[in-house]
């Protein structure tokens, strides 16, 4: 069957990363007469195209080619004048994610869709998600993609299982026309990406998309602290607000089973769950029948890289890295999650003029660190101020360290030292993952 992108010219903006490489691949596979721009103007990409405009992105890129479609990848603005300028011309405008959508059901793939979207925790529900679906007995084919890293094109270019796992950014869900799931969740919402956005009432509205294509029959589960926006009303599909009684009386026990910290990270299980029991539901299966199954993958469940990761336990000393929270609302997140226990807080980075006074007066002691370092001092009251992480990290473990005597601490309840740095990393380092290895480096050395 051809497709409906056969011989229809293609462009496609940020080609060069690994979704618009792979939105590419895909194009050619459908028989569309493909060109690409990227300001990143290295490499190949990875099929022969008609057409490399690198780096151009203005205007007279759609005299030149004259596309019947434009495709972008997350990362490019629809603020930019080339999608207002196409759009008046009658050329459809996509985002990666949602031109895959609509080739995979063309193409007769119709799995069953869980999608996750909000400013914090993504990831790892979406990881937690997928990792519950493969835990079940019936062992169902999964897949988790989207923004956590894998784009759905490559998916479908792969093969598609039957479900998916979506990790959505509101920059994927800010024009949808196709992408829909039978189970979403907006975890959370808070200050972010306020450079793209107007305001935070518009980051949310584009949140709020990820149920614009939902029937009557499909889920949508809100925290219940989400603001009542507009866009709700125009939904078709079942609202919820999370509320932990709407679960069987099983859930308590599984959230307890949850090996990873934070109070958010139940949260985010809860969601999981939710949809999950959802998905349940729908295919006449009970719940009771998979909470032995749901028990042994929530206790096996080791989280992701740099976001609340466990990386050593010696000396009486808990190391966690949290090197991914790069904003305030998710250091607070892990601020919060350990007021039982002595905390060794490390905070800083990339200067961005960032407000740290939540973090005054509190249970923990501040090191800052790094080009924000004397901004975190400065409000938050630390005594101390450092140059770079590592020394940061030693003077946390000696404080820590020396504390140990007066507590009569076992494992259970001993200091903790955290890296939540609430910055991002271009400071010392060329990203957040660069930095939490670094961490870790130093807790697995430590004696």
Known sequence: MASFLDRKKVLVLGAMGRSGK????????????????????????????EKD?????????????????????????????????????????YGEMDLSFRIMEERGAH???FAITGTDGKST???????????????????????????????????TPDLLVVECSSFQLERIHYFHAQSASILNLADAHLDRYESIQEYGEAKVNIGLYQGSFDLLVLSEDFPSLPGLSRLHGRIER?????????VENLLERLPIPGQHNRWNLMFCLRMLQDYFQRNGMIWEDYVPDLESAIANFRGLPHRMEIVAQKNGLLFINDSKATTIQSALVAFHSFENRPLHLLMGGLDKHSDFHAFAGGHARIYPFGQ??????????????????EEAFYSACEHAHAS???????????PVILLSPGCASQDAYKNYEERGKHFRELAESYK
Not at 26 to 43: H, P, Q, R, S, W
Not at 404 to 414: C, K, M, R, S
């Open 242 to 250: 999370l509320d932990v009684q709407s679960f069987a009386p099983s």
């Open 125 to 159: 529900s979406v990881s937690l998600l997928e990792h519950l679906v493969r835990g079940l007995r019936f062992a169902p084919s999964v897949v988790a993609c989207g923004n956590i890293g894998l784009p759905l094109s490559q998916v479908i270019l792969d093969g």
């Open 404 to 414: 140990l005597p007066a507590l009569q601490t076992n494992q259970e309840n001993g």
């Open 372 to 389: 924000a370092g004397r901004r975190v001092a400065e409000h938050t009251g630390a005594e101390e101020c450092f140059e770079t992480l």
């Open 22 to 49: 792979a939105i590419t691949e895909l194009l050619t596979d459908c028989g569309a007469v493909v060109a690409i721009t990227d300001t990143n103007t290295d490499g190949n990409p990875p099929v022969p195209v």
């Open 53 to 93: 405009f690198r780096p151009a992105q203005g205007l007279d890129l759609l005299d030149e080619f004259k596309p019947d479609v434009l495709v972008t990848a997350p990362g490019i603005p629809f603020s930019l004048p080339i999608f207002e300028a196409a759009e008046s011309r009658g050329i459809e405008v």
């Open 111 to 113: 799995p069953y869709v």
